[in-house]
């Protein structure tokens, strides 16, 4: 039953989780938000961020429970990874989630720089290696 506006738009523009080209070619997704000429708002990002948070940190605790247990400095370290290259990218760092659960952080950010994602991501490489290291933000 359409009892407001909002049943309306969703029963005639139809949910689209991935974004499309609408028949006029513009960038679409979910309930016909135009991408290409209205965008997403700060506020919309910021949820979709914190989604993603949540997502990144469901799939970390999963795939690797003794995560839990490490400062919450050097777990954003796996909580960024994750968000960067999804829990199957961060599972290929074995050497570096070896060090790290054996406390060995110096070794786990030596072993963060001289991957390939490191070359790819750069500065951001360098950052969360030094966080691992130190166990502070940076």
């Known amino acids: 039953m359409i009892t407001c506006l909002a049943d309306q738009l969703e029963r005639d523009e139809g949910f689209r989780r991935f974004p499309y080209l609408d028949t006029a070619g513009k960038l679409t997704v979910g309930y016909g938000r ?6 997403i708002s700060e506020q919309e990002s910021a949820l979709l961020l914190q989604n993603d948070i949540t997502a990144a940190s469901n799939a970390l605790e999963q795939a690797f429970p003794w995560t839990s247990g490490l400062d919450p400095v050097r777990l954003d370290v796996f909580l960024a990874m994750t968000f960067n290259m999804g829990i199957a990218g ?4 074995k050497e570096t ?8 952080y110096a070794g786990a950010a030596q072993a963060m720089l001289q991957s390939e994602w490191a070359q790819q991501v750069g500065p951001r490489a360098q950052r969360l290696s030094i966080q691992m290291e130190s166990g502070v933000y940076q």
């Open 34 to 39: 135009n991408l290409s000429d209205v965008g």
């Open 97 to 104: 989630l070896a060090k790290v659960q054996s406390g060995d």
């Open 90 to 93: 961060l599972a290929q760092f």
